[in-house]
């Protein structure tokens, strides 16, 4: 069982369209984290979200932590092809606990 | 650049041998982990350590252990390596006090 659960795991959009991925759970995370993964790479942070309905932009992405702390979201508006990478949501279940879970990850394709 | 190095980067092994990863720091943080990374699942935690000698099981531990000798070194090792265990392990510090976790570059096991 997936602690979190992300959606979707596969995404295939044409460049400037936009797209949303979700990250949920049942349980509260003292912090959320989103991350992009290169082939070959290890995962890079984007950004953590730490208090219930926080938003955060970054450029053309837009993250949010739901107002309980369970659930985030990444929206991308007009995407394009330097999007595309895996992108994976992780949650710190309780703040000190130094360790964090993983959602399946989300495999973004940004077709020219 | 959060000064990991992954050792070795590629290795093919038989099923039954003893393997071991390391992972380098050079930047004296507290906290590391080594992770695994399987489609589907996206990373999954094997083992932590917060201190020299000072470790703690992840979600998926069986058929691992870990040592810390030195603040630097992380070894992971693989006491009978298993086909189940052909996997992409990376290696993670946790950079105190901004509770951001940097990865490193992986290491891709092949178990035959």
């Known amino acids: 069982t997936q602690l979190l659960e992300q959606s979707p795991q596969f995404l295939s959009i044409q460049e400037g369209e936009n797209l949303t991925v979700y990250c949920n759970s049942s349980s509260v995370f003292s912090s959320l984290q989103w991350y992009r993964q290169e082939p070959g790479e290890g995962p890079v942070l984007l950004v953590t979200v730490v208090t219930g309905g926080e938003v955060k932009k970054l450029k053309r992405l837009t993250f949010q932590f739901g107002d309980a702390r369970k659930d985030s979201s990444l929206h991308i508006t007009a995407a394009q092809p330097g999007d595309t990478g895996l992108y994976l949501c992780?949650?710190?279940?309780?703040?000190?606990?130094?360790?964090?879970?993983f959602g399946q990850g989300t495999r973004l394709t940004i077709n020219p | 650049d959060a000064g990991i190095t992954q050792s070795p980067r590629h290795k093919v092994t038989e099923t039954g041998t003893p393997v071991t990863l390391r992972c380098h720091q050079t930047?004296?943080?507290?906290?590391m982990y080594w992770y695994r990374q399987d489609p589907g699942h996206g990373l999954r935690l094997i083992h932590y350590s917060y201190g020299v000698k000072d470790t703690d099981k992840g979600e998926v531990s069986d058929g691992y252990s870990v040592s810390r000798s030195k603040t630097e070194d992380f070894l992971l090792t693989l006491e009978s390596a298993t086909s189940s265990q052909t996997s992409v392990y990376f290696c993670?510090?946790?950079?105190?006090?901004?509770?951001?976790?940097?990865f490193g570059e992986g290491s891709w096991l092949t178990v035959v």
């Open positions: 992780a949650g710190e279940l309780s703040q000190g606990a130094q360790k964090l879970v």
């Open positions: 993670a510090i946790k950079s105190d006090p901004r509770r951001t976790i940097y």
């Open positions: 930047e004296n943080h507290r906290y």
